[in-house]
């Protein structure tokens, strides 16, 4: 089966931009998800689709996809952003989801 | 308001058998794709199993003819069924609604999880 691929962690400055990226060959077809990862709290959909954010994100969040790569944008980083994030795609045998990036705010 | 409550975790041995449950509201599971994730200590999630708002259903092959997923309508709950336990089971496991577009899918909503060990 295929597989995303993610950096295992980046840092950034408090209102600061980070891109989070998430490679595989599954996304020159389909969209990747993402999602936020914090302990002892159910993981957060942030985005879906070609760009879109559920009701309640804030719109420092943004997706975009270039050939293999999804990307993970967060335009002015909070502190409350600091976590785990997780691209999710599909491919022919089911479900898979990237290797995951933790994202750190200084 | 939408949500998803996992339990039913907890300590089995290797070769055990458990049974997860998730309850949800403010929507009606048999009328949506379901899905288990888990993550192991110390790795990612990882997707377990589906069942179709049709009844088909789905595993990783990293479960299959171990884990059966299932639900009951009438109680609006999901389940996952865990035989043969082995370690590498151990995980919190996560139930998640699956939206479904001309385009692509995601999983919208989550619950907490509940932890699952498997260990003498």
């Known amino acids: 089966s295929s597989e995303l691929t993610q950096d295992p962690a980046v840092s950034v400055a408090l209102g600061q931009t980070v891109r989070i990226t998430c490679q595989g060959d599954s996304l020159r077809t389909y969209y990747a998800s993402w999602y936020q990862l914090k302990t002892g709290q159910a993981p957060l959909l942030v985005i879906y689709g070609k760009n879109n954010r559920p009701s309640g994100i804030p719109d420092r969040f943004s997706g975009s996809r270039s050939g293999n790569t999804a990307s993970l944008t967060i335009t002015g980083a909070q502190a409350e952003d600091e976590a785990d994030y997780y691209c999710n795609c599909r491919d022919s045998s089911g479900r898979i989801f990237g290797t995951g990036t933790k994202v750190t705010v200084l | 308001e939408v949500q998803l409550v996992e339990s039913g975790g907890g300590l089995v041995q290797p070769g055990g058998s458990l049974r997860l449950s998730c309850a949800a509201s403010?929507?009606?599971?048999?009328?949506?794709?379901m899905s288990w994730v888990r993550q192991g200590p110390g790795k990612g999630l990882e997707w377990v199993s589906v069942?179709?708002?049709?009844?088909?259903?789905y595993h990783a092959d990293s479960v299959q003819g171990r884990f059966t997923i299932s639900r009951d309508n009438s109680k609006n709950t999901l389940y996952l069924q865990m035989n043969s336990l082995r370690a590498e089971d151990t995980a919190v496991y996560y139930c998640?609604?699956?939206?479904?577009?001309?385009?692509?899918?995601?999983?919208?909503?989550w619950g907490r999880g509940t932890l699952v060990t498997v260990s003498s």
């Open positions: 069942i179709y708002a049709g009844g088909s259903i």
């Open positions: 998640a609604r699956e939206q479904w577009t001309a385009d692509d899918y995601y999983f919208d909503f």
């Open positions: 403010g929507f009606t599971v048999g009328n949506n794709y």
